[in-house]
């Protein structure tokens, strides 16, 4: 792609957007400044276009070092109102940040539904870098590549705009406006080892950045090369990509995402009515069994940390199956230091306002650590599903979103085990009626519990389809037999130390 915007070419302002209406002589200085006047303007009614229709916008203003990023976003938000726009600068990641897949600190800025967020810099940028500093092997150069075209595919198809913008200058000009930083000791800070690395290498430099925006280009989420030569014809040319853009976004307001259906490794699994339930265990043996146990897995979490494997348990299931015992006994045999369990209820506000797997992006661990999810991201084809809360075409696309999700965090190298705690109708009836009955207990059962419980068919019905459908290689769904929930708990442990043993060897 850049290979067209070369040294006296790019001068030449071939960056222009398509159907732009800019003509193609130079402007004078008073033409110019009209126009950019006119484009703040519509911007700024934009802004409360997008706010009264809940439309996130995402901006990403990646390019060439001192190709004046900052100073076109400063442009950009100039008269628009703080309250609804964030601007974030990507720096190097951390080393907490490099413990988490590569895209989960770009998930967390996405910005909330009605409000714009602004990124100077971001993956293009990073994966550019890596790929410079042979931190990336090229098999798993192809999987973020992958992963990124389904980050940005799913933003769109969860309502985001997302515009993406390269600004490119010359070799010429960007060794002589780094000089001129280099210059002044209250600018000099600006000029970072990788921008003087970018001019004295920027053939290879050039090589890199047209592979990867060329894979991460597509018709409805290209890359804008915007001729950034000069700053004010740079931000007219943006001015005008993000309102034309903006304008399409509220006219295909009300079109469908496509529901796309992919192949994934699925493992056949028997329907809830399949798995037998009459398994019994004696308080005795339990407490022998689970002792072992214990002392097992907590010499396995010790090796886990040791070869930084991230663990993932989600737990599901039907109230009162013994999840939250379940858990306990899990959780008892391992470090505090390195696990942490997520209850998860309704989505807050701001986590409503957002993509519906962001709220447990957030919650990922990091390498060499345990998050146990009491509830996950199967809402959305569940709760969300039979309860109205999502449309159909949101919970029959999540399906294939779940997939890529848990496929990223197997590329990643998360060992993912999900539990469905399973009871009959008769034994939920019954725990429901001790649990009313019981003053110290009363707490745990609502009316939503007698509510769910009328729709027990429904709920099945389900469950099989999500379980046949989400039951992979990389994340499958374990059935745990949960009438005698001592043997529920210890065939979840069971479970875990398996999976981690074939992950580690044994202990």
Known sequence: MLKQYRDKDCMQGI????????????MDQEEMKALIKEKRSRLVSQQMLIKEHRIPVFVLVDGWGAAGKGTLIGNLIKDLD?????????????EEELRKPFLWRYMETIPEAGKFVFLDSGWLNETVSDVIGHRIKEQDLEKRLKQIGIFERQLKDNGYLV???FLQISPSEQKERLEKLREEKDTKWRVAEKDLLQVKKREKYEKVYDRILEATHTASIPWNIIDAADKRQALLQVLHLLTSQIDQAVENLNVLPEILHKDYPLLKMPLLSQVPLDQEMTKEAYDIRLKELQKKLKKLHNKIYRKRIPVIIAYEGWDAAGKGGNIKRLTS????????????ASPEPHEKARHHLWRFYHRLPKDGHIAIFDRTWYGRVMVERLEGFCTENDWKRAYNEINEFEQELSDWGALILKFWVHIDKDTQLARFTQRQNTPEKRWKITEEDWRNREKWDAYEACVDEMIARTSTEYAPWFIIQSNNKYFARIQAIETVIAEIEKRVGSV
């Open 15 to 26: 960056g222009m957007p398509a159907g732009s209406e800019f003509r193609k002589h130079p």
């Open 82 to 94: 703080p309250r609804f726009f964030s601007v974030i600068t990507m720096k190097e990641p951390g």
């Open 163 to 165: 515009v993406k913008l």
């Open 333 to 344: 045999a391992l470090d505090p230091r390195g696990f942490e369990v997520h209850p998860i």
